[in-house]
């Protein structure tokens, strides 16, 4: 089993900075895939970024270059670093992890929100 708990957002101004910390129970974490979806008011989910249990990243196109995924596997948490936020990136941002046996992103944490205004 798996839970998925998100924390650090918040309101920030264009320009700022954040950083999101997701931190999940250790029975699949270091070697299940784990991502980072967000969804803006009134557009779909989308994925934001991956990262691999052998730590191999990837990005959304149009956001590589300002948001970092990592992991820390003896620490059990995933990290997401926002930086050069922009308003567009004022979302609800979740947490999900792959289940290693079926490959489906079939946990999720319930959310944190992310406001970029001045």
């Known amino acids: 089993q798996v839970q998925l708990v998100e924390s650090g957002g918040g309101l920030v101004q264009p320009g700022g900075s954040l950083r999101l910390s997701c931190a999940a129970s250790?029975?699949?974490?270091?070697?299940?895939?784990m991502g980072w979806y967000r969804q803006a008011p009134g557009k779909q989910r989308e994925l934001v970024a991956t990262?691999?249990?052998?730590?191999?990243?990837n990005y959304q196109d149009s956001l590589k270059g300002r948001f970092t995924i990592s992991r820390d596997n003896a620490q059990n948490t995933l990290y997401l670093q926002l930086n050069s936020l922009k308003p567009e990136d004022t979302a609800v941002y979740y947490c999900?992890?792959?289940?290693?046996?079926?490959?489906?992103?079939?946990?999720w944490g319930q959310g944190t929100q992310v406001t970029v205004s001045s």
């Open positions: 999900v992890a792959q289940d290693p046996l079926s490959g489906e992103y079939d946990y």
């Open positions: 990262i691999t249990s052998g730590f191999r990243t």
């Open positions: 250790g029975s699949i974490f270091s070697i299940a895939t």
